[in-house]
């Protein structure tokens, strides 16, 4: 006798949209449900009744505008917010425009992805499941953006994230490619082989828990706003530096996805 087969059905993701206005939610909410791939949830485009919604549903996903209807606070104070208020949701963060300063300030929020409008609206969708997944999520233009902020020269000199997890030498190795310096470059400075600079980036790789290059900046642009927030006490002492003292970063796993310009 045949037994009849059974076929698991994928459990949908739980998505929370908040866009500008009630109108735009409800026809993002909309457009993200006819896909089936996601049980979707309606949230006020208010930041105080958002939270209280993330909160109560706990969604795995919230895409969330930059641009709310009655924000209460900056876009990115509101990413770090919703962060504490269910810390296993993940934020994606739909821009208007692929803004510089907007991306590294969802980044540094601990936002795990950005979407601007001007990108097929099909994408998001991969952008969702991507981010749920515990991957990061970012064009190639805002990428740059990111590349680009970490080459300016006040940023290398904080990039003290690593502290207890990455050497003395790896963290300058680490300095050098926010410069956006070659492995032979790296090599140069710091008067190492190529060989030893790419053993260098292995083990940071490791202890990161990442895979290229452009994930470590990631991570460092994450956790900056932390190292700030350690040596802000500290820069008001006027007679002595004090080293910056910080428990060690909890490692990331992250795959960052590029979007085809």
């Known amino acids: 006798m045949n037994q009849p087969t059974i076929v698991a059905s ?11 206005t009630s109108m735009t939610t409800q026809l993002l909410v909309d ?15 208010d930041s105080r009744a958002l939270l209280a919604v993330i909160k109560k549903e706990k969604p795995a996903v919230a895409v969330i505008s930059a641009q709310l209807e009655d924000p209460k606070s900056p876009a990115s104070e509101l990413v770090r917010n919703l962060r504490v ?9 739909l821009l208007d425009y692929s803004e510089p ?11 795990q992805g950005v979407f601007c409008r001007t990108e097929p609206f099909h994408l998001l969708a991969k952008c969702i499941q991507c981010v749920a997944r515990g991957e990061v999520w970012a064009s190639r233009s805002e ?21 207890g997890l990455l ?23 710091l008067k190492l082989t190529e060989h030893t600079v790419k053993n260098y980036l292995s083990r940071i790789f490791d202890k990161l828990g990442v895979s290229s290059r452009v994930e470590v900046l ?7 706003n932390q190292q700030r927030s350690s040596a802000a006490p500290t ?27």
């Not at 208020?85 to 963060?93: D, G, Q, W, Y």
């Not at 990631?218 to 900056?224: F, G, P, S």
């Not at 820069?235 to 909890?250: D, E, G, K, L, W």
């Open 167 to 189: 050497s003395a030498r790896e963290t300058d190795v680490v300095r050098c490619l926010a410069e956006g310096l070659t492995n032979r470059e790296i090599a140069l400075r």
């Open 10 to 20: 994928e459990a949908r993701l739980r998505v929370l949209a908040a866009d500008a």
């Open 143 to 163: 990428l740059q953006a990111v590349l680009e902020a970490l080459a300016q020269p006040a940023l290398p000199c904080s990039l003290s994230f690593g502290v």
């Open 85 to 93: 208020e269910s810390p296993e949701t993940r934020v994606v963060l």
């Open 101 to 111: 300063t907007a991306i590294i300030a969802a980044f540094r929020a601990g936002a």
């Open 218 to 224: 990631l991570y460092a642009v994450r956790n900056a």
């Open 235 to 261: 820069a008001r002492r006027r007679s002595q530096a004090v080293p910056i003292s910080a428990r060690p970063a909890t490692q990331i796993r992250t795959k960052v996805q590029p979007i085809a310009p």
């Open 31 to 45: 457009a993200l449900g006819r896909s089936g791939k996601f049980e979707m949830i309606e949230s006020p485009s």
